[in-house]
């Protein structure tokens, strides 16, 4: 009996190209708030939990971050990514990859640290309706990435056990939380994280961009 996978995907760098736009929200987002963060500094720092994020600026800047503080840049964030979105695009191939399982019946989900007011705008160039798709987001999950709980929720939106699961995405918060959670990681450099940087933190295979990964499916058990 052949025991299909099904595939995780992280959304930012993943499946759109939108990393930048984020780094550049969270840069307008700091400044507000006279926080000083080098944008290479922010970078780093995308796809992995606000709480993380909060703590890393704990430490690089020396700030004490309040609630009220963390809310509000949250709130900043959103609204400079917002006038951003117009620039978001699908990273070659991604709609083609997505429509390939679709056909291939190889169940998917889409599962991202992004809150879900931020992450229906970086959707919407994808063609990904959030109300009819699984889509998993930092609102329905105690923790975000490192911590698996967004991909075990999307898992468990699939019925697949995780073991079945490939996770497909760009930095190494997806590659360390597909690790903690007994998955199979697959790293994309269309996020800005280099080679060495995915393999080290637990990916098994590494592409370039999602036309990269559909033209060697057949590596991670997927069907042509």
């Not at 800047?61 to 503080?69: P, W």
């Not at 117009?86 to 997505?98: F, H, I, N, S």
């Not at 390939?100 to 994808?126: C, F, G, N, Q, Y």
């Not at 998955?183 to 060495?196: E, K, Q, T, V, W």
Request: aromatic content about 8%; overall charge negative.
């Amino acid at each position: 009996m052949r025991i299909e996978p099904v595939f995780l995907f992280d959304l930012d760098g993943t499946l759109v190209d939108s990393v930048y736009q984020h780094v550049l929200a969270w840069k307008e987002a700091l400044d507000a708030e006279g926080i000083e963060l080098s944008v290479w500094r922010i970078h780093r720092k995308i796809g992995m939990s606000g709480g993380l994020f909060t703590n890393q600026l704990l430490r690089e800047t020396g700030l004490e971050i309040s609630e009220e503080r963390v809310a509000r840049l949250r709130g900043l964030h959103a609204a400079a990514y917002r006038k951003l979105a117009p620039q978001v695009r699908p990273l070659p191939g991604a709609r083609e990859l997505l429509a390939w399982l679709t056909e291939a019946e190889i169940p998917w989900a889409i599962a991202t640290s992004a809150h879900m007011d931020t992450a229906v705008v970086t959707l919407k160039p994808l063609g990904v309706d959030p109300d009819s798709m699984p889509v998993v987001t930092r609102d329905q999950v105690k923790y975000a990435k490192p911590d698996p709980d967004l991909f075990l929720a999307a898992a468990a939106r699939l019925d697949a056990p995780i073991e079945r699961a490939l996770v497909v995405g760009d930095s190494i918060w997806d590659m360390l939380a597909a690790q903690r959670c007994g998955a199979l990681g697959i790293g994309l450099l269309s996020g800005g994280y280099g080679l060495d940087e995915l393999r080290y933190s637990g990916a098994f295979r590494v592409y370039d961009d999602p036309r990269d990964l559909l033209s060697h499916i057949d590596e991670v058990a997927g069907r042509r």
